[in-house]
């Protein structure tokens, strides 16, 4: 079946501008997360939903990051005036079950932002 | 907190040569353990995971990872490297919610022909 899907797959952005960045998990998965890999580093927890509940955001860098899941499926991670602090790989993740680690959680391929 | 490290940035191996990979953690209960692959373009694929019993576990293409709780390690291993493995790897701990990741900063795996 199909895995998680991301896009778009590469996103330049103009320092001050607000990019919006798509989660597609998998069907009928219920929980899905956000985490932002920089550059030579490993991913860092951003925020986690159950459904359309945001139970974690806590990883959010400032106030300027955004995310949400209205429906309990599609995903958007908003990033408003964008600085270049910001350049990063954000990888999206999925995960059957509702809550505990013992299921996999299954990442797209991430989106490649890069501020100028 | 819970941390991750991954002494090792680069490795080189000759392929059909052994494998280890280092990781140390910081968890203050029982370690839900991970370790990841990631290709370039690729998303992050589970090579394999621990929670519980066995303190080997083994995984998919050939890995295998031993839990040291005494040495808060979690070392992962192959027996023969193929050029195909050459990719970076990260070790990361679950918390008990499991609704957080907290990966290492990730070791790079180079394979000599």
């Known amino acids: 079946g199909a895995g998680v899907s991301q896009s778009p797959r590469y996103k330049v952005a103009k320092r001050g501008q607000d990019v919006a960045l798509r989660c597609d998990p998998i069907?009928?998965?219920?929980?899905l997360f956000w985490y932002q890999q920089a550059l030579g580093q490993g991913p860092e927890f951003l925020t986690y939903?159950?459904?359309?509940?945001?139970?974690?955001k806590s990883g959010l860098p400032s106030d300027r990051f955004f995310a949400e899941r209205p429906e309990g499926s599609v995903s958007t991670l908003k990033i408003q005036r964008t600085q270049q602090e910001d350049s990063a790989v954000y990888l999206c993740?999925?995960?059957?079950?509702?809550?505990?680690?013992?299921?996999?959680?299954?990442f797209g391929p991430g989106t490649r932002l890069t501020v100028l | 907190a819970q941390s991750v490290t991954q002494p090792d940035i680069h490795i080189t191996v000759s392929e059909g040569a052994s494998l280890e990979l280092r990781c140390n953690y910081s968890?203050?209960?029982?370690?839900?353990l991970f370790w990841y692959v990631q290709s370039p373009g690729q998303g992050l694929q589970l090579l394999l995971k621990?929670?519980?019993?066995?303190?080997l576990v083994q995984g998919i293409k050939g890995f295998e990872a031993e839990f040291k709780r005494s040495q808060s390690s979690f070392n992962l291993r192959k027996p023969s490297v193929h050029w195909s493995d050459a990719a970076e790897y990260f070790c990361a701990v679950a918390n008990n919610a499991g609704n957080m990741l907290t990966f290492g900063g990730g070791t790079r795996l180079m394979v000599k022909p």
């Open positions: 621990y929670f519980s019993g066995d303190t």
């Open positions: 968890y203050g209960a029982t370690p839900y």
């Open positions: 993740a999925s995960r059957l079950d509702g809550a505990g680690p013992y299921n996999e959680q299954f």
């Open positions: 069907s009928g998965h219920v929980s």
């Open positions: 939903f159950q459904n359309e509940a945001q139970l974690d």
